[in-house]
């Protein structure tokens, strides 16, 4: 956030984040960024995965996800060790998004699409904007 209240987003893969938890601090993962919005491929150190775009997708996913609930991704967590055994396991950032009143059904497509496991099925960035348009289009 900038002195002026601007929103800015940084690297999500090179960002060092330290955020306070009811229970303790914690700071970004050993392989750089945080998990609550880390890529599962990034999670698996022996096979020295890239961050590229479909992490990057995985991540601005996790960002909507919060922008629209207010929650962090894997909100029911408060450390890091069970986000990654969580990632590792397949659970995505959010439960059930059909609990979630602020997200519409096309939003919620859009998320599932944005948090494919296999980094090769997620969007492009190019797709996601035409999604979000369209999304944007479709309540106004």
């Known amino acids: ?26 700071t970004s993962h050993r392989t750089g960024g945080n998990v609550r919005w880390m890529a599962p491929e990034l999670m698996n150190l022996e ?10 997708v995985w991540s601005f996913g996790c960002l909507v996800l919060q922008l629209m609930t207010g929650e962090k991704p894997y909100k029911k967590y408060n450390l890091d060790e069970p986000i990654t055994l969580r990632l590792m396991l397949g659970e995505k950032p959010a439960a059930n998004l059909n609990d979630e009143p602020m997200i519409s059904q096309g939003l919620r497509e859009l998320l599932h699409d944005c948090w494919e496991n296999e980094p090769s099925r997620r969007l492009s960035m190019k797709v996601v904007e035409a999604r979000l348009r369209d999304i944007t289009f479709s309540i106004m």
Do not use: C, H, W
């Open 47 to 56: 096979d020295k995965q890239t961050r590229e775009v479909p992490s990057d």
């Open 1 to 26: 956030m900038t002195l002026a209240g601007r929103a800015v987003l940084i690297d999500f893969g090179l960002s060092i984040m330290r955020e306070e938890s009811s229970v303790t601090y914690n």
